[in-house]
């Protein structure tokens, strides 16, 4: 801050006149630096409403240091003129002084001195005139006065050109009075101190305004990833209908339980080499519930169960390949038939989201993994009115309108569920979608890299705000 | 989904009538079809291959129709045309019907037994008096390469091949041989070749290259022959020259060759059910006989019906509707299954032709008669399900400590679960066979390699890709591993292992801090320090961590983690350049 002799000096100025006065006139007046005026309007301000300053800019000109030395010594011109006695001076020697090249061509072209070239002993430079105006000398003067004014433009910018003048732009403040304009300067405290409390003395303190406008400091503190906020928000709606979590802790599963319980055929393009990841270690899978393996397979290469089947060679080899599973649809079929070996079956709802994993070519929107969000209902007599019903619940909660295009939804076929025992008067729907798409339509990020994974940028998820998908 | 692309005029034109964008779209979606995208032969070859190329292309609008995935009847513009006219009752479903040649025998296929070990089945019919158009016959050419893509799995289960009977004269054989004993002229080419050197001259062919490996290496390639030894096809890879088809073609002879004899019958019963149209005598298919090397004999295309009888007590309970018998046998009627009120108990006689091969349970009758009622005419209602909602208690762990780790200072990182050896091996000082780790087989590229055995490598990689941010990084993540175990209940010989891992990476390694991180979480887990009855550390010999700056973790007398220094060598494996320290326990020990 500065001290407050040159703040009261400034403000008694500023009391003087009425309509306000300019920073530079109060630099002059007081015959200081403009920049030290600067400094005690800032500190002025800081003290709330004794002044208003306002900022302005002006454009002046002002003499370089090449000129400053022209204002002592004169110009190169001069000086060389100077220098060159009656008898004149050999060129040579005349250039050997430091004003010697540019005040030899200025004072040439004025004509104040002449070369005779073909001197005898080489060439020497004459005076051609007695006396001479040093017009570039009287012209920096002028400007060093603050009559810069009375030059023309021209002949500025030539001595511009010559590197004599700058013009520079200068920031000044206007400065009027304020609303609470004192010439006595109070000292501010800066913060409440327990002293102050205890004295009572902050009663009589003026305390310095707070900057409403800067930041505060950032809290030391740890985030939740994103995409895992909205996935304890898809949890909640789960719990919030009434749905039971599904333990889904198992990557890697066997192609039975992940499509031959789903009645999806072993030809299925899903299970291609391209689409899914297959294991070489652990291989295979054993251990089926052997009746339930042999209804899977009649239904498969047979039919039954009122379906007319695939009708194809049904393979014990390829159901026994471990794969990391593509959905989590796979635990849902597990969880279905251990409900069915219930003795009695009991109506349930189910949900899940966890990592699914698909060997796909990889893009701006597409994972080698990525979570599914499943939800399931097993109950009887389930219609497509309740399984259109329950999406819109879900969805509604959501907040997001157009579901349709997010997720997928359906009811398990009877392929599915009558091998595994539940009684053919239970229906079960179900409804999926991934837990990225709906993550990144409400965050706004278009390649999915920004969200999952190593890559992640930790400004993004330290600045992520909390995750409220209903609003 | 298929994509079936049809010209706009000429659907129109079939259609009698014309529609706006909108109409059509909304009349694609009562029939549960989407209207993917309008666009011209123009307009995709310059998307996929810039303006210059596609000057002079054909700027004729093209609908692209997004196809359920089983309704191969709805693969081309007869079938489309066919299928939108009987739902809007603007005609009846067709009736297929397979007829005797007028003269003379049914052509007939023999099939050797040197196919048994290739491609043992085959099936085949005659399009008899057939008009073909230029659009026609463009597709005719285009549902053999839908069905191609599609039911016959890139021709793995099934390959078409489609001749100029007026070129070729029966009775045909179906045999295998070696590859350097066919030789014959292919499809648009001017000489002939072997087999051998087909195989090589179509390696480079961007079409036919994806179908050489289905009998590459097989001793015996298939071929079918002509009563004067004209080669027809090289099945699945391509046809004879000689008996190619044009526009002019009258009489098609049909061959399908297949490892899937139903799909074989399904995919020959739709190229004749959409062509049969254009014979002299539409919608009837001339026969042929197929002869098994055992001497069974089979007559072709089976163009078969079924009838099934269901109540529509049953629909309307299923679709959640109360919609009469008469009318929901009137809905399915105009999804091309006819059908008729049986009796006054509300029986319905539902009668399924052979272009709906999809329809193979009641419950696929239910859902067309649900389509032509309108799904969005469905009220939806809410189950009554009663159920209590459950957490999964590791997951509720898991929930609560993620929060309480945020609390105390550490961000969430999201890494991947699978990774390449050299993540959870190499670059953590370890050998791969000491890891318990998974391996794929059928990785595209390193980065999914195994599926990780510890998270650590992905924290340690979240780091190197935010060395720019301010320190020190504190980061954590629960989530799971999985390790080879014989002993689970799954029977998969894996099991997941719930972890929480946390790394600090500052100028200090910063031990204390994750050592204090340890004794925060085992608060929160109540679990006090102590040798019996709570948890202690213990100094441990460990390749990922600096020497003498390793403990293992103990709760209860049981090992369930390690917490240290990170080992230099780790450090710079990661690209890192600052010292680290790390925690990495089982939380599965809590539950």
């Not at chain 1, 022209?70 to 060129?91: C, D, N, T, W, Y």
């Not at chain 1, 898809?234 to 039971?244: N, P, W, Y």
């Not at chain 2, 014309?18 to 309008?38: H, R, S």
């Not at chain 2, 491609?119 to 008009?131: F, G, K, Q, S, Y």
Request: aromatic share 8%; charged share 25%.
């Amino acid at each position: 801050m500065a001290d407050s002799g040159l703040l009261e000096s400034v403000l008694r100025l500023v009391e003087k006149v009425d309509g306000g006065v300019d920073s530079q006139d109060v630099a002059g007046g007081l015959s200081v630096d403009h920049q030290v005026v600067v400094g005690a309007v800032k500190s002025l301000q800081a003290l709330g409403e004794v002044i208003e300053a306002t900022q302005r800019s002006s454009k002046h000109w002002e003499v370089t240091g090449e000129g400053n030395e022209i204002l002592e010594q004169g110009s190169h011109e001069a000086r060389v003129f100077k220098a060159i006695p009656e008898e004149g001076l050999p060129q040579s020697e005349l250039m050997k002084l430091p004003s010697g090249k540019v005040g030899f061509s200025k004072a040439m072209s004025n004509k104040w001195i002449r070369l005779d070239k073909g001197h005898e002993g080489g060439p020497r430079v004459f005076r051609t005139v007695d006396s001479i105006e040093d017009a570039v000398r009287e012209k920096l003067q002028q400007v060093k006065k603050g009559q810069s004014s009375q030059l023309e433009e021209k002949e500025k910018n030539e001595l511009k050109k010559r590197k004599l003048l700058t013009e520079v732009t200068v920031k000044s403040y206007w400065i009027t009075k304020g609303s609470n304009f004192s010439t006595t300067i109070t000292k501010q405290e800066t913060e409440l101190t327990p002293e102050m409390i205890a004295s009572g003395s902050w009663r009589e303190k003026k305390f310095k305004p707070y900057n409403f406008e800067a930041m505060g400091v950032a809290p030391d503190s740890g985030h939740l990833h994103p995409l895992m906020k909205v996935r304890t928000q898809f949890r909640q709606i789960f719990l919030e209908m009434g749905f039971t979590e599904m333990p889904t802790n198992n990557f890697i599963e066997s192609s039975f339980w992940n499509f031959d319980s789903l009645f999806q055929p072993q030809q299925h393009p899903a299970r291609d080499q391209h689409d899914t990841f297959f294991l070489s270690d652990p291989a295979l899978a054993h251990e089926f519930p052997p009746d339930y393996l042999e209804r899977v397979k009649k239904v498969h290469s047979e039919g039954g169960f009122g379906s007319q089947g695939y009708k194809y060679d049904w393979k014990i080899e390829e159901a026994q390949k471990n794969i990391l599973r593509t959905h989590t649809t796979a635990v849902s079929a597990r969880m279905l038939y251990k409900l069915a070996q219930q003795e009695k079956f009991t109506p349930v709802k189910y949900f899940s989201i966890d990592r699914v994993f698909r060997n796909e070519t990889l893009d701006a929107t597409h994972l080698a993994e990525f979570h599914q969000i499943e939800g399931v209902v097993a109950d009887y007599g389930l219609t497509l009115g309740d399984l259109m019903g329950v999406l819109h619940q879900f969805f509604t909660k959501l907040g997001l309108k157009k579901w349709v295009e997010v997720g997928n939804s359906g009811v398990f076929r009877p392929e599915m569920l009558l091998p595994m025992g539940l009684p053919e008067e239970v229906s079960v729907i179900a409804w999926g979608l991934s837990l990225e798409r709906p993550t990144m339509i409400k965050y706004g990020i278009n390649n999915i890299r920004e969200l999952v994974g190593h890559k992640v940028n930790l400004q993004m998820v330290y600045d992520s705000p909390v995750c409220r998908l209903d609003s | 989904m298929p994509t079936v692309g049809v010209k706009r005029d000429l659907l129109f034109q079939a259609l009698g009538r014309t529609y706006t964008d909108e109409e059509f779209d909304e009349l694609c979606f009562e029939f549960g079809l989407e209207l993917d995208e309008i666009t011209s032969e123009k307009d995709i070859i310059s998307r996929e291959q810039g303006d210059q190329k596609a000057e002079g292309a054909s700027d004729v609008i093209l609908y692209k129709i997004d196809v359920p995935a089983n309704r191969y009847d709805l693969l081309c513009l007869e079938g489309l045309v066919r299928g939108l006219q009987v739902f809007k009752e603007k005609m009846e479903a067709p009736r297929y019907r397979r007829v005797s040649p007028v003269n003379g025998d049914p052509q007939r296929l023999i099939i050797t037994e040197d196919t048994a070990g290739v491609r043992p089945h085959a099936v085949a019919a005659v399009l008899r008096n057939i008009t073909f158009t230029p659009e026609r016959y463009e597709s005719f050419i285009e549902l053999q390469e839908k069905l191609h893509q599609n039911v016959c799995r890139k021709r793995t289960l099934v390959a078409i091949g489609t001749h100029d009977l007026d070129t070729v004269s029966g009775p045909f054989t179906y045999t295998a041989k070696a590859p350097n004993d066919i030789r014959f002229r292919p499809l648009n080419q001017s000489q002939e070749y072997t087999a051998t050197q087909l195989m090589s001259l179509y390696k480079t062919d961007s079409h036919l290259r994806h179908y050489l490996h289905i009998i590459e290496d097989e001793p015996l390639y298939p071929v079918i022959y002509d009563s004067n030894g004209i080669v027809l096809s090289m099945p699945p890879i391509i046809n004879g020259d000689h008996s190619k088809i044009s526009v002019n073609t009258k009489n098609v002879f049909i061959e399908c060759t297949a490892t899937d004899l139903t799909k074989a019958k399904i995919v020959l019963d739709m190229v004749v059910t959409m062509f049969s149209e254009y014979c002299a005598e539409p919608f009837t298919v001339e026969e042929a006989e197929v002869v098994y090397p055992d001497g069974r004999m089979f007559s072709y295309p089976e163009l078969a019906y079924r009838t099934e009888t269901i109540s529509a007590d049953f629909i309307n309970r299923r679709v959640g509707v109360k919609e009469s018998a008469e009318s929901i046998a009137q809905l399915l009627t105009r999804m091309c299954l006819r059908s008729e009120v049986a009796g006054d108990d509300g029986q319905i006689q539902v009668e399924i032709p052979p272009t709906r091969s999809d329809v193979i349970h009641a419950c696929d009758i239910m859902e067309d008669a649900a389509m032509a009622y309108g799904f969005n005419n469905i009220t939806r209602t809410t189950p009554r399900t009663y159920t209590v909602a459950n957490q999964l208690p590791l997951n509720k762990l898991t929930e609560l400590l993620r929060m309480d780790l945020a609390a105390a200072g550490f961000t969430e990182a999201l890494t991947f679960a699978l990774c390449s050896q050299e993540d959870i091996a190499d670059k953590l000082g370890k050998n791969i066979s000491e890891t318990r780790a998974v391996h794929i087989s059928n990785p595209k590229t390193a980065e999914f390699q195994v599926a990780r055995t510890t998270l650590l490598s992905g924290l340690l990689k979240t780091v190197a890709a935010n060395r720019k941010m301010p320190l020190p990084l504190k980061l954590f993540e629960i989530s799971d591993v999985v390790l080879k175990d014989e002993t689970t209940g799954q029977y998969v010989g894996a099991r997941n292992n719930r972890r929480l891992c946390a790394v600090y990476y500052n100028k200090t390694p910063g031990f204390e801090v994750i050592h204090g991180l340890l004794d925060r979480v085992m608060q929160l887990l109540e679990v006090r320090p102590g040798r019996k009855h709570g948890y202690y550390i213990q100094a441990a010999e460990d390749s990922t961590f600096f020497p003498g700056r390793c403990a293992e973790i103990f709760s209860h007398g049981e090992s369930v983690g390690r917490l240290g220094v990170l080992h230099p060598d780790v450090i710079s494996g990661f690209e890192l350049t600052m010292p680290c320290s790390a925690l990495e326990i089982n939380i599965e020990h809590f539950l």
